[in-house]
């Protein structure tokens, strides 16, 4: 395996990195499938060429975290701490070429100019960076101390006489820039908290709410593939002329995949467990006028035990969702790192006709495919650059009941 790039970038050989992980990840999936129990699995899977969504070389992560280090009070470097090293090792950067342009701009201008407020400087020890492909940007700065309306005050100064002069694009009105700062149990902004992000797809340009602080698609090249993966996986499902036209969802998140892929089923179900998710989806349901969608505040178990009806739940009931209104052929389903983990998820997830299955974890992936290609058979499989020089690989799988 070629070695994880951290902290830079190495465009030139960027078709290696992606070759040599995917050869990883198909080794992986095809090894925990190639066992008698799975052999139809393994089959299946071996008989198809995947779909390869190769990244951007450079410049493309939305969204950054990064340490704080001081030198002096004039000024700071950016760090990043190299994983798994004890003691902790520090590398400190100024610029990040895997970051947008935008993001790079912002790491300046702030290095350049917020050392002139002490205000903002002092206890200063974490900045994020969220951007669009617009341009905009929020700058997430982090503090150990209490903050106070003079922070408040300090950042506004510092947007009010440093932004437009050294930002043109700001200037012209192309992009803006906010910043939030968070310390224990305190969140202070000046601006937004979010950017609102459009993503054009095979349906057309999908706008999205994207919060600091939560989960949103760190690269936007491989944020449209994806979407466009379960668009197309959407329109063989409705080919077969299922059953049900109804989709049920769970992990949806700030409701990406939900919203992109409403106006191809009847109606839909969708669920998340997190607040500001929640919220956010709501907003980016109203956002491209999803009228199909009902979102409610459930676990994957609690989904289970609500469709078994062995339990019932206020928060469907004050959403007035009645689960006996669907006729559910598609679950898409986005678990975390960790896969759908143990046999009742599992259980549930192959009850589906068809299942999309976006996965960020190829480990998770391949076990959860050697339970579920008992009951279904895997008709395609993509593969998702999100993080490139790294040997994290996105996929998607679509299976459909044997």
Known sequence: MLPTLLTTTDKDNYDAYLNDKIEQVVSLIGSTLN???SALGYQEFTALSPEIHASIPEHYRMRAEFAV?????????????????????????????????????????????????????????????LCNT?????????????????????????????????VPEVASGQCRYSIVAHAKKQ?????????????????????????EGTFSQPNATACRAMLNFALDCAHKIQSQKP?????????????????????LFDKVFATEVARVP?????????????????????????????LNK??????????QINLDDYHFSTLLIDPPRAGLQDEAALEFTARFDHVIYISC??????????????????????FFDQFPYTPHLESGVLLERR
Not at 69 to 92: A, Q, T, V
Not at 108 to 114: F, H, N, Q, S, V
Not at 205 to 211: E, G, N, T
Not at 310 to 319: Q, S
Request: hydrophobic letters at 35%; one cysteine or more.
């Open 69 to 129: 280090f001081h030198h002096n009070h004039e000024r700071f470097d950016y760090g990043m701490y190299e994983p798994s090293s004890k003691p902790r090792k520090l590398m400190l950067l100024q610029d990040f070429p895997g970051c947008t342009l935008a993001i790079n701009h912002a790491m300046a201008w702030l290095r350049t100019y917020l050392p002139h407020y002490p205000v903002l400087k002092t206890k200063l020890f974490g900045a994020d960076f």
């Open 243 to 263: 059953t049900g036209r109804d989709l049920i969802e769970l992990y949806c998140g700030s409701g990406t995949f939900t919203v992109t892929l409403a106006p």
């Open 35 to 37: 066992t008698p129990e």
């Open 361 to 382: 974890g190829p480990q998770s992936l391949a076990s959860d495919l050697k339970y579920l290609t008992y009951t279904h058979k895997i008709t395609k499989v993509a």
């Open 310 to 319: 062995v339990r019932t739940f206020k928060r469907l009931e004050l959403n």
């Open 187 to 211: 969140k202070l902004q000046v601006g937004a908290d979010y950017v609102i992000e459009t993503i054009p797809t095979s349906r057309g340009a999908i706008k999205l709410k994207q919060v």
């Open 134 to 166: 617009k341009g905009d940007v929020v700058i997430i700065l982090n503090y150990h101390k209490k903050l106070t309306e003079e922070w408040h005050q300090s950042a506004q100064a510092l947007l009010d006489e440093h932004l437009k002069d050294a």
């Open 278 to 306: 929640t919220e956010t989806a709501c907003y980016n349901m109203e956002l491209n006028a999803s009228t199909n969608i009902k979102l409610a505040r459930l676990s994957a178990l609690e989904v289970t035990e609500a």
